[in-house]
């Protein structure tokens, strides 16, 4: 997208892959950012050693302020921001702000949002659109208030969901087309033509949310329908993955993650029946037609075809 060099004081904040690649593109695109807020360094693999945030990662390859705040109330973090002088805050995928965060720069905090609001306001939106078998999302801009995901809608941008589409497809997806719409909201405040609409005055009924995901939640229940299922697993792959517990050829209970699968055209097995050769495929049975695993994942191992599996594990 084209776009002229802003010269409003930028904080952008924000912490995952998906907020980092849209500062890249501000980043390349010549937007004024003078400084970032980011989570903290956090342990993370079996040496539990420091990592970085892919935000701050992007961030200091360009040398810019950062701010790593535990708590985003501080004096001290809010006097850091404050000598910073933002004119405007992007926020994309970062954690609620207090007002007086948000509140702080003359032209406000637009936060970006994988859904169109206010359908999936929540910490999952890109996952639940799958799960619940939408045919279409996208993403909004919003001016954030003192509630989460509620503010008034400055742009959206619609995106068709595939057949095959997966949590991490889609999300590459709305990551791309997110960047444009920073950039295009970020050149409507600053030249004064961003209009808002105020949620409430969009006329939609039985609005569905996106919370957090829980472990128990991405358990798969054979007693549903295949499309049920398959909807479940694409939209928690590749994290944080479906999964079933299954007895091995020592009888003792072991999880799998299913990462892929498709719906068979035969329906001869019960709900969790399972029907193999051991070598090629791996049919599971629901309450409708039967389904083929694709690509499985033991427990600790690692992930494979299902023909690789199979060459080495017996599933009773």
Not at 165 to 190: F, Y
């Amino acid at each position: 997208m084209k776009t002229e060099k802003s010269n409003l004081r930028i904080v952008f904040l924000g912490t995952p892959e998906f907020a980092a690649y849209i500062l890249q593109k501000l980043i390349e695109k010549k937007t004024n950012i003078v400084g970032v807020v980011t989570a903290a360094d956090k342990p993370a693999g079996r040496g539990l050693l420091l990592t970085q945030s892919p935000v701050k990662k992007i961030a200091l390859q360009h040398n810019l302020k950062i701010l790593q705040p535990e708590n985003l109330k501080s004096s001290e973090f809010i006097e850091q921001l404050s000598d910073l002088k933002p004119d405007l805050q992007v926020v994309v995928a970062f954690r609620m702000l207090p007002e007086l965060v948000w509140a702080l720069p003359k032209k406000g905090s637009f936060n970006l949002h994988a859904s169109l609001l206010p359908q999936y306001r929540g910490a999952a939106p890109i996952n639940h659109v799958i799960i619940n078998g939408e045919k279409e999302t996208g993403v909004t801009t919003f001016f954030i208030n003192n509630e989460i995901d509620t503010g008034n809608i400055i742009f959206s941008e619609k995106v068709l969901i595939a057949d095959d589409e997966t949590a991490g497809t889609l999300h590459d997806k709305l990551m791309t087309i997110g960047a444009d719409l920073v950039l295009k909201t970020i050149t409507a405040i600053e030249n004064g033509t961003a209009k808002s609409i105020p949620q409430n005055n969009i006329d939609i009924n039985n609005l569905k949310k996106a919370p957090k995901i829980s472990k128990n939640f991405c358990k798969i229940d054979w007693n549903l329908p295949a499309e049920t299922i398959i909807n479940k697993i694409n939209g928690l792959n590749p994290y944080p993955t479906a999964f079933c517990d299954f007895s091995n050829s020592n009888k003792q209970i072991v999880r799998y993650k299913i990462f892929s699968a498709k719906i068979n055209n035969t329906s001869t097995l019960s709900p969790c029946e399972t029907k193999t050769d051991y070598k090629t495929y791996l049919k599971i049975g629901t309450q409708s037609n039967d389904i083929e695993i694709l690509e499985i994942q033991q427990e600790g191992k690692k992930r494979l075809k299902i023909e690789e599996f199979l060459r080495g594990n017996k599933l009773l």
